[in-house]
């Protein structure tokens, strides 16, 4: 079957109740300069969106909130934890699940935001993590919340080189079995950011 896949396109909008869908407001990496073995913050702002014109039938209410860090694959860093609402906004904070099964279905899918899909980001290795339940934003648009991920600099890595770092915000409609598929979930990306982290001695 079609995999169900929603890709925010900045046009008009929908207003549901109980609306569960936020925007990536902002990505950034808290440390720009990393030592080796040294480890900082990829830091998700999202807000409260109605943003819900692809929301299919049957899929309102809470859902599950996802983010998708991505580091150079052959380069000097990697991806560590997750937490959510780290600000203790949202039900945060709370420690987000890496979700390998969810990656391969959003990959898959061709997840993308804006005329920019994530399959075309090449040479990056991604790690999706999710929240443990599912999120309503409550209509709070005037509350940011907050997603950190760990990212650390490895012990090997070379002073001097520079790698890519890449952020990616969505939404995971369940149909009621905690685990995504194609065909009858639907997935939403509704944002993508970059940055980058420069090796020091």
Same mark, same amino acid.
């Given at each position: ?5 929603? &890709? ?15 925007? &990536? ?11 080796? $073995? ?7 702002? &999202? ?7 692809? /929301? ?30 780290? /600000? ?18 959003? &990959? ?5 935001? /804006? ?34 991920? /760990? ?24 149909? $009621? ?25």
């Amino acid at each position: 079957m079609k995999k169900k896949l929603s &890709l925010v396109l900045g046009a008009g909008a929908l207003a549901f109740v109980m609306s569960s869908c936020f925007m &990536l407001n902002g990505f950034v990496l808290l440390d720009y300069t990393l030592s080796p $073995g040294q480890t900082t913050k990829a830091r998700f702002t &999202l807000r409260a969106t109605h943003f819900e014109a692809a /929301n299919p039938d049957g899929f309102r209410g809470r859902q599950y909130e996802f983010v998708i860090l991505g580091v150079s694959t052959s380069g000097g860093l990697s991806a560590g934890k997750a937490v959510w609402g780290s /600000n203790g906004t949202f039900g945060g904070p709370t420690a987000m699940a890496v979700n390998g099964t969810l990656l391969t279905e959003v &990959l898959s899918a061709g997840c993308g935001s /804006n005329g920019l899909n994530i399959t075309d980001i090449t040479d990056i290795t991604f790690k999706a993590y999710v929240t443990p339940t599912k999120i309503g934003d409550g209509d709070k648009y005037e509350q940011k919340g907050l997603v950190d991920v /760990n990212v650390k600099a490895k012990a090997d890595a070379t002073p001097g080189d520079e790698w890519n770092v890449v952020g990616v915000g969505g939404q995971w409609w369940d149909d $009621g079995d905690d685990t995504p598929e194609s065909g009858s979930d639907f997935f939403s990306c509704y944002g993508i950011g970059t940055s980058r982290a420069h090796i020091i001695a």
